[in-house]
C-alpha cells in the first residue's frame, strides 16, 4: 500500500492568503479583538446571509455559552435538544444550571425529531436547541410555532451549518440566536473559531457588554459613553484579529470552497446510488432543505457492519469516522436523564459512519472510495 493511497478523514484547506492577512493584522499593531479584520466577517456575514449582529467568538462552544447567559437561563430551567450533537450543545446550558430535556432524531435524518418537541414542554422550559447536523436544516417553521405558542427561545446550534438554507433562509438567521464553528474540521475555518448570530434585537446591546468582559467598552470606543465600566456578567469571548485574519481569507474564498465540496458529495451520491446497497443506507435531504456538502455518512444496518465497514476501509488506506455517542447514555449525563429511550438517537450513535470529505480530495480518491463500499456490500453476508 502506498503513501498515495492513504486517504485520511479530513485535511483543513488554506486558500493561501491566509498569512498574508495575518502579517498585516501583525504589522497594523492592532492585534486583540475587534478591529478591522473582525468587521469585515462580520459585515461579510451581515450582507451575504442578512443575519441580526454578529460577533466573532473563540469558538462556537463559546458562542452557544454566550447564547446561554444571554437567554438568562438559571438553575432548574430547562432545555429541549437532540441527545445525538457535540457535548458543547448541552455544556453551555449545564454550565447555567440548566436540566437538559433530550429529544429524539428523525428516522430520515439525525436531526431533531420536531415532532417530539411539544410533548417535553414543562412550566419550566426556557428554550429550545436545534442542531442542523451536517448542515442539513431542522423544519424551522414547525420549531418556530412551536416556540412562539410557549413563548419560547430558540437557538441554532449551526455549527455544521454555514451557507446552508431552510426554504431559501440562510441557517443561522431563524432562531432568536444562532451559533457558528470554524474549527478546522468545518467548511470555513480558522483553526479554532466561531461566531454568535443575534437576530433578535432585544439581546443585541447585552451580547455586545457579555463579549466585552461585562463591560461597555465597545460603546465606549464608538463614542456613545465617556468611560467604560463593568455593566453586567461576561467573559473574554472574542478572537484575536490574528484569528479574524485567517477567517477573512477563507470568507473571500467560500464560494470556491462550497463548489468544490459540493461537486466531492455529489460524486458521492452518484457512485453510491448506482448500486443498491442493501446493507447500507444513502443520506436524505428533507425537500425543504439545501446541501452544505458539510458531511457524506452513511447508516449502517447494524452496529457490526458499520465495524466491519470501518475495517475494511482502513484496510485499504481509507480513514472513515463514526461520530457521536448519544448524551443521554453518557457517563456524565446518563443519571441525569429521564430515563425515556431515544431509539433513533441510539441507531444513529451505533450506525453512522463518516467518509473523508475535503476540498484537496480528488475525483479519482472518491471513485476508490466509493469502489471498496461497493465491494463491501456485495460481498457482506445478507
Ligand atoms: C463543531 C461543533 C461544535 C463545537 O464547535 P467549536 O467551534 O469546536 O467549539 C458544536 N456543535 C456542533 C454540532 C458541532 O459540530
Redesign the pocket.
Known amino acids: 500500500m502506498g503513501e498515495l493511497s492513504q486517504i485520511g478523514f479530513n485535511k483543513p484547506y488554506l486558500t493561501g492568503k491566509e498569512a498574508h492577512y495575518i502579517e498585516e493584522a501583525i504589522h497594523s499593531r492592532k492585534i486583540s479583538g475587534n478591529g478591522i479584520y473582525t468587521q469585515k466577517c462580520h459585515h461579510f456575514f451581515r450582507e451575504r446571509y442578512s443575519f441580526g449582529k454578529c460577533l466573532l467568538t473563540t ?4 458562542a ?1 455559552e454566550m447564547a446561554a447567559i444571554l437567554l438568562n437561563i438559571q438553575p432548574g430551567d430547562e432545555v429541549i435538544m437532540p441527545s445525538y ?2 457535548v ?2 448541552a455544556n453551555a446550558f449545564v454550565l447555567r444550571g440548566a436540566r437538559i430535556v433530550f429529544a429524539d432524531s428523525r428516522p430520515d435524518h439525525p436531526g431533531i425529531n420536531e415532532n417530539l418537541i411539544e410533548e417535553l414542554i414543562t412550566p419550566k422550559t426556557k428554550a429550545i436547541v436545534v ?1 442542523h ?1 451536517a448542515g442539513v436544516a431542522c423544519d424551522m417553521d414547525v420549531v418556530m410555532d412551536i416556540a412562539n405558542r410557549h413563548h419560547l427561545f430558540v437557538v441554532e ?1 449551526a ?2 451549518a454555514i451557507d446552508s438554507y431552510y426554504k431559501g433562509k440562510p441557517l443561522g438567521s431563524i432562531g432568536h440566536l444562532a ?1 457558528f ?3 478546522e ?2 467548511n470555513i475555518i480558522s483553526g ?3 461566531m454568535l448570530v443575534i437576530n433578535a434585537p432585544q439581546f443585541e446591546q447585552r451580547a455586545e457588554i457579555i463579549w466585552e468582559k461585562g463591560t461597555n467598552r465597545s460603546a465606549f470606543f464608538r463614542g456613545e459613553v465617556d468611560k467604560y465600566n463593568w455593566v453586567d456578567m461576561g467573559s473574554s469571548f472574542l478572537p484575536s484579529e490574528i484569528i479574524a485574519a485567517f477567517l477573512y481569507a477563507q470568507l473571500e474564498n467560500l464560494e470556491d470552497i462550497q463548489r468544490k465540496r459540493k461537486q466531492h458529495w455529489q460524486q458521492y451520491e452518484q457512485e453510491l446510488s448506482k448500486a443498491i446497497l442493501g446493507c447500507i443506507a444513502l443520506p436524505t435531504l428533507p425537500e425543504y432543505a439545501s446541501n452544505n456538502a458539510h458531511m457524506f455518512y452513511l447508516t449502517c444496518g447494524s452496529g457490526e457492519i458499520r465495524a466491519a465497514l470501518i475495517d475494511h476501509l482502513r484496510n485499504n488506506g481509507v480513514n472513515a469516522v463514526f461520530h457521536y455517542l448519544a448524551l443521554h447514555k453518557s457517563p456524565f449525563y446518563e443519571s441525569r436523564h429521564d430515563r425515556r429511550n431515544l431509539p433513533q438517537t441510539d441507531r444513529y450513535s451505533e450506525h453512522l459512519v463518516r467518509l473523508p470529505l475535503f476540498y484537496e480530495l480528488t475525483p479519482i480518491q472518491i471513485t476508490k472510495i466509493t469502489q471498496l463500499i461497493l465491494q463491501f456490500c456485495n460481498s457482506y453476508p445478507n
Open positions: 469558538s462556537c462552544t463559546d452557544l450533537t457535540f458543547s450543545t442542531v447536523y446550534d455549527a455544521q451559533a464553528s470554524f474549527h474540521t468545518k479554532e473559531g466561531g
